[in-house]
């Protein structure tokens, strides 16, 4: 039988004091995760990046315009039909920029065709610089690509930095309120269909309500 063996004092407490320090290392690891969460959050309310998950492709066109008139470029928005992959046109004195806007669901990636489609339609409208923007991310070959074809890809960390480096004269809030989004059709009766609100939740019901009595999650309109 081994008989109980006491540590010396000075064993016992270096024993402690490990413990001790395991401790406030994950107490300090916990109180920074908690911060780094706080300052994302904080982030995302001040940049209104929230409000722009919830836009649709339109009202986004019309909020990068608000931005990009705080740098000082004047936005043209190109017709839906025909626009050669290029959603948006800045010029300045000396430059043009062509703009492939990409509203996407937050856990939706921008594909390489995004880069393939506003580098030509920048060829097209004689463009100096050729821009992919985005509230979500871009997937690796569309990374690639850009790189190889001299496209600008801002993401969305880049975006929400944007925003909250200029602070444009409207907020996505502002501008979502202001500004409808593109028009939707009843695919059962072909009635306009209209954002509703229910439980905080947003969803679409069509016009022609209680005759049809069609809906349509929110993200069905607003994940490409």
Not at 77 to 98: M, P, Q, R, W, Y
């Amino acid at each position: 039988m081994f008989q109980d063996v006491e540590l010396p004092a000075s064993l016992q407490n270096f024993a402690y004091g490990m413990l001790a320090l395991v401790f406030l290392i994950l107490v300090l690891g916990v109180a920074f995760q908690m911060l780094q969460h706080y300052k994302r959050e904080s982030k995302l309310a001040k940049s209104g990046m929230k409000d722009i998950d919830k836009m649709d492709g339109f009202q986004f066109e019309e909020y990068l315009k608000v931005i990009f008139k705080k740098l000082g470029y004047r936005s043209t928005v190109t017709k839906k039909s025909g626009d050669f992959g290029v959603d948006l046109l800045l010029k300045s004195e000396n430059k043009t920029i062509a703009i492939q806007a990409k509203r996407y669901g937050f856990k939706n990636k921008v594909s390489l065709k995004a880069v393939q489609e506003v580098y030509a339609g920048g060829t097209y409208y004689l463009a100096d610089e050729r821009w992919v923007v985005t509230n979500a991310f871009f997937t690796k070959s569309a990374l690639e690509l850009a790189k190889a074809c001299n496209v600008r890809l801002v993401n969305r960390h880049e975006l929400q930095e944007l925003i909250l480096k200029l602070k444009p004269e409207k907020t996505p809030k502002q501008v979502r309120s202001e500004v409808s989004p593109e028009e939707k059709v009843c695919p059962e009766c072909k009635s306009k269909l209209k954002l509703r609100t229910k439980n905080n939740s947003e969803f679409y019901g069509c016009s022609n309500y209680p005759v049809c009595n069609y809906t349509a999650s929110f993200t069905i309109f607003h994940s490409m």
